[in-house]
C-alpha cells in the first residue's frame, strides 16, 4: 500500500486524540551540569532506548550478516566522540552511564539524521 | 515528514509536524510496521528546557537524543526540521572531513538545539538556520511571533539555497506545508503527501485554522502513515505546545 494508491478523504474527526497519546513532559535544567542534566528522563526511558538500538543493531546484522559492522562503527565513533561539541559531548556522556549503553552507540543515535543520510 | 505553518484569519499563527522515520530499517511482516518506527514511539517524551526556573523553550525528543527536530520558544519563533536528500552535497564528505578533523561544519542536531537556547528572535534564528555550514543537507520549517512570519529554509551542506517565505508563497499566503521534497520541484511520484495535504488545508480554509483543523490534516491519510511517529502542535504567541504518539492503523500506506 504506497501512497499512490490512496484517496483517502481529508479527516475531520480525529481531534482531540486519545489523552492516552499524550506524550510526557520532563523538565531539564541548563544549570545543571551537562553529565547530569538528563539523567533523569533517560532512566525513564532506559529499556526503550536499549530496545532500540537493539533492534538497530539486529537490522545491521541481517543485512550485513554479521554483528562486525555495527560493532567496528560503534568503536569507530567512540573514538570521535571527544571531539563533539560541548555541553553535548559530555551529555552524552551522562547518558550512556545512566543507561549502561556503550558511548560509541548514543554518538550514533544523536547523529542519525547524518549517519541515514549518509 | 510533514510540517506546516499556517495563518488563521484573525492573524495566530499555528505551526505542526508529523515526525515520520524508520523506512527501510526492517519491516515486521506479522504486524504489517516499521520495525525501528515502533521502536522510537515509545521514547518519545517533551522537555521543558529551563534556565533560573524559568522555561526556555520546549521540544519533543526520542529519549537520549539531545539536539532538536521540533521545538518551540515561547513568544519568540518555532522550528521544525525534515529530512532533506541530496545527492549533490550529501553528508557523506561531510562526515569524512570530520572524522579526518576538518571540522568547521555543525551536526544537524546540534545546530537546532544552539538555535533554540541562544537565538532571541525570528530573525536571528533565521540567520543561524541560513548561514551556518552543516554536515548534511535539510529542512528548516521556521515559524514567528507575528502575521506574515515563517518561512522554509531549503539547506544544502554549505548554505541556504532557498528560503521560500510566506509572503512570497503563490496562491495560498496562509500557509506553507513542506514534506522531504524541493518545494519548487514535484514530489517523488510514490511519496507525495504535498497534493494530499494542500488538498485537505484548501478545504479546511483560513477561518476554520486552529489546532482541530492542522491536526485532522496531519492525521489525514497519506501524511499520516505507517512511519508517523508523533504530532506535535505549537502557537508561538501563547506558548502552547501539545504533542501526541500517532499510529496509522490499516488500511494504511507504508509511507
Known amino acids: 500500500f504506497v501512497p499512490a494508491q490512496f484517496t483517502q478523504e481529508c479527516r475531520s474527526d480525529t481531534y482531540p486524540p486519545p489523552s492516552s497519546s499524550e506524550v510526557e513532559w520532563f523538565d531539564v535544567s541548563l544549570d545543571e551540569a551537562p553529565i547530569i542534566r538528563w539523567r533523569h528522563v533517560v532512566a525513564r526511558r532506559q529499556s526503550q532506548i536499549r530496545d532500540l538500538l537493539l533492534q538497530f543493531k539486529n537490522f545491521i546484522r541481517q543485512l550485513t550478516g554479521s554483528s562486525v559492522y555495527f560493532n567496528l562503527v560503534a568503536r569507530s565513533l567512540t573514538l570521535i566522540a571527544p571531539t563533539v561539541p560541548q555541553p553535548y559531548q559530555d551529555e552524552m556522556v551522562g547518558i550512556s552511564t545512566v543507561t549502561g549503553i556503550p558511548l560509541g552507540e548514543i554518538l550514533l543515535y544523536n547523529i542519525f539524521y547524518e549517519a541515514t543520510n549518509l | 515528514c510533514t510540517s506546516v505553518l499556517a495563518e488563521d484569519s484573525k492573524g495566530v499563527l499555528y505551526h505542526a509536524r508529523n515526525l515520520d522515520f524508520g523506512l527501510f530499517f526492517g519491516w515486521d511482516k506479522a504486524k504489517k510496521t516499521w520495525l525501528v518506527t515502533e521502536y522510537l514511539r515509545p521514547t518519545i517524551v517533551n522537555i521543558r528546557f529551563k534556565k533560573s526556573g524559568q522555561t526556555v523553550f520546549m521540544s519533543t525528543h526520542f529519549a537520549g537524543y539531545v539536539g532538536i527536530l ?50 532571541d528572535s525570528y530573525a536571528q534564528a533565521k540567520q543561524m538556520l541560513t548561514g551556518t555550514k552543516m554536515l548534511a543537507p535539510a529542512y528548516f520549517i521556521l515559524g514567528g511571533n507575528s502575521t506574515m512570519q515563517g518561512c522554509i529554509i531549503t539547506r544544502s551542506r554549505n548554505a541556504a539555497i532557498d528560503v521560500w517565505e510566506r509572503s512570497a508563497a503563490a496562491n495560498h499566503t496562509w500557509y506553507l506545508l513542506q514534506t522531504n521534497y524541493d518545494h519548487w520541484k514535484p514530489p517523488f511520484v510514490l511519496d507525495d503527501r504535498r497534493t494530499p495535504g494542500n488538498k485537505c488545508m484548501m478545504a479546511k480554509g483560513q477561518a476554520s485554522m486552529g489546532f482541530k483543523e492542522i491536526f485532522n490534516v496531519l492525521s489525514s491519510i497519506p501524511v499520516l502513515n505507517k512511519l508517523t511517529t508523533y504530532t506535535a502542535l505549537m502557537r508561538v504567541d501563547t506558548g502552547e505546545y501539545h504533542s501526541y504518539r500517532q499510529t496509522c492503523k490499516d488500511p494504511c500506506p507504508i509511507w
Do not use: C, H, Q, Y
Not at chain 2, 515561547?74 to 572524522?99: A, C, K, M, Q, Y
Open chain 2, 70 to 119: 521540533t521545538a518551540l520558544k515561547p513568544g519568540r519563533f518555532s522550528l521544525t526540521v525534515n529530512s532533506r536528500n541530496s545527492l549533490d552535497g550529501s553528508s557523506t564528505l561531510g562526515i569524512i572531513e570530520w572524522i579526518l578533523g576538518k571540522r568547521d561544519a555543525v551536526w544537524m542536531g546540534f545546530l537546532t538545539r544552539r538555535v533554540m537556547e541562544t537565538a
